[in-house]
């Protein structure tokens, strides 16, 4: 049966189309044929595309009753968003312009899981490559251009936050769509609330991906090495050699285990929800007849991730396979509507189907892995490098009494107009223009820190030169078994006041401070710093909207 007899379906019965009532009013004056009358050739292309890459899922769950395959209809069922035309509205501007043969440009914000971990050549096996190749594909048709881009730019460890302050650098230019998937590292609401508020401000279209299967698997993962005296493997059926047995059911708390994690607040953004939920749902209930509960969840979570922090490539092409297919059934909603299906055959126009995005004045810009390197003042450092592990660049001390020292830019236009990439242009250039003006201060610093089990010590963080700030003491080490990137509180820098007989001369470089101290809670030292965001002061109420409740708190 092919996969797009669901939205054929859906097209013919109206099932998938909404009233005018549930659409914005921008949605509603965008009368267009476009989508109707290239949906029968895209929807033939989809079903191809399907039919090749259902190969790279077609892995049988190993049980001891036999192979099992997981149905088409877990596919349909992994659209969350099915039925909600106001929310699959969010990818009408960017069908709009493919249909017309217009390029699109895609952004993806997640860590480690998005960015490719734990496969190889994980860039282009990565679901962001394989989504991007099947949106070429099926909406690029025969068109040699290639009309779709994605940037993945995905930084292992990170959290929604980190997008939410550093969007400008990870995106430096206009995308038509944000496809996002921050299942493992953003275990709060509200740090996934600044990056919505981000996107809203900005009129970025937004596509969530949800991995919260991921969440019960790593869970029992945590489970077994603490019930498991050697930390080996466990037997099969998931018992450890302290008596204790640990399942995905319950080592996931809650009445509704498998719910899409943060759906109330997809929900109220209007943002569209493509899921794995429906997987486990499937494997709860119809995998229980061949084998008994807990080994099937084991099996059907090994199948998705080996660990429960990274997926296999066969979850990467899973995850392509679920988002291109809410990119169709989109395609059929909107096809399906009077507003948007028919206009051609009324004499009207294929227009974008964009509202006008609001102005966006750059407020921040981040210094991320190597960028760094570019506030290192080297006279005033030592015990510090660049170190790289597993794709996470970043400045590392390990031992007691090591110190850094960051050049910082106190001027007005922090931020400003500079698009330079996230490689160090923007740091360069603010740092020029502030040994060449007055100190425009305050801006706000925020630093971001490896935090992470094992390992980890201490750092005070202070001003110097021609700045000050308050004093703060950072703990990398926390009990829990995960390895994450926090930002610390947001560090107020201020211009230091002159002296009163002080003659007219160039600023003094602000210069702020990391060092190694000597107490430990991990019994080792290691401090590892990988971002710092800056904003000018005059910003401070718009950052505050995006980082308010959601910095973690670091003392001593």
């Known amino acids: 049966m092919p996969h797009s007899s669901f939205l054929k379906a859906a097209t013919g019965t109206g099932a998938m189309a909404a009233s005018a009532t549930q659409r914005p009013a921008w949605f509603q004056r965008m009368p267009c044929g476009c989508l109707r009358k290239s949906l029968p050739s895209a929807l033939t292309r989809y079903d191809s595309w399907m039919a090749r890459t259902a190969a790279g899922v077609a892995e049988p769950v190993l049980l001891e009753a036999g192979p099992v395959r997981l149905p088409a209809t877990v596919l349909e069922e992994s659209l969350v968003s099915r039925g909600q035309t106001a929310e699959l509205a969010q990818l009408q501007p960017m069908l709009m312009k493919l249909c017309r043969g217009r390029s699109v440009r895609i952004g993806v914000a997640g860590a480690s899981i998005t960015y490719g971990h734990g496969i190889r050549q994980n860039r282009t096996a990565a679901w962001p490559a394989i989504f991007g190749r099947g949106l070429q594909e099926v909406w690029g048709g025969g068109d040699r251009r290639r009309l779709v881009s994605v940037r993945n730019a995905a930084v292992p460890a990170t959290g929604a936050n980190f997008a939410a302050l550093c969007f400008d650098q990870l995106f430096p230019e206009p995308i038509d769509l944000l496809v996002i998937e921050y299942s493992l590292t953003t275990g709060q609401a509200h740090k996934l609330r600044s990056l919505l508020h981000e996107t809203r401000r900005r009129g970025v279209r937004v596509l969530a991906l949800d991995l919260q299967q991921m969440i019960g698997h790593r869970a029992w993962e945590s489970c077994r090495l603490r019930n498991t005296a050697s930390g080996k493997a466990q037997t099969q059926k998931g018992t450890t050699k302290t008596g204790k047995r640990c399942t995905v059911q319950n080592s996931v708390a809650g009445p509704s285990p498998f719910r899409p994690q943060f759906l109330a607040e997809y929900r109220a953004a209007g943002i569209p929800v493509v899921s794995q939920v429906p997987v486990a749902e499937w494997a709860r209930g119809g995998l ?19 660990d ?8 990467h092409v899973q995850m392509a396979r679920m988002l291109l297919h809410a990119v169709a059934a989109a395609h059929g909603s909107l096809a399906a509507s009077p507003q948007t299906g028919a206009g051609d055959d009324r004499g009207g126009h294929c227009g974008d189907g964009q509202p006008p995005s609001p102005p966006v004045v750059r407020d921040s810009f981040c210094s991320v892995g190597d960028a760094l390197l570019a506030h290192v003042q080297p006279l005033q450092t030592r015990g510090w490098n660049m170190t790289v592990e597993n794709d996470k660049a970043g400045l590392v001390a390990t031992q007691p009494g090591s110190e850094l020292a960051l050049e910082l830019p106190l001027t007005a236009d922090v931020g400003g107009n500079d698009r330079s990439p996230v490689a160090g242009g923007a740091v360069v250039n603010a740092l020029r223009r502030a040994a060449t003006r007055p100190a425009a201060g305050p801006v706000v ?11 980890m010590g201490f750092a005070e963080v202070s001003c110097a030169g021609g700045c000050e700030c308050a004093v703060l003491v950072v703990n990398g080490h926390h009990r829990r078994r995960a390895s994450l990137h926090e930002t610390m509180p947001p560090l107020e820098v201020r211009p230091r006041p002159a002296a009163g007989n002080a003659v007219s001369a160039p600023p003094a470089a602000c210069v702020l401070r990391l060092r190694v101290l000597a107490n430990t809670s991990s019994g080792e030292h290691k401090v590892k710093l990988t971002a710092l965001t800056l904003v000018a002061a005059r910003f401070r109420a718009v950052i505050s909207k995006r980082t308010a409740g959601h910095l973690v708190s670091h003392g001593a």
């Open 288 to 306: 229980a007849a061949h084998s008994d509960a807990p080994p099937s969840l084991l099996e059907i979570a090994r199948w998705i991730s080996p």
């Open 308 to 315: 429960g922090r990274h997926a296999t490539r066969a979850a």
């Open 445 to 455: 610093a925020y630093l971001s820190f490896l935090k992470s089990y094992e390992h």
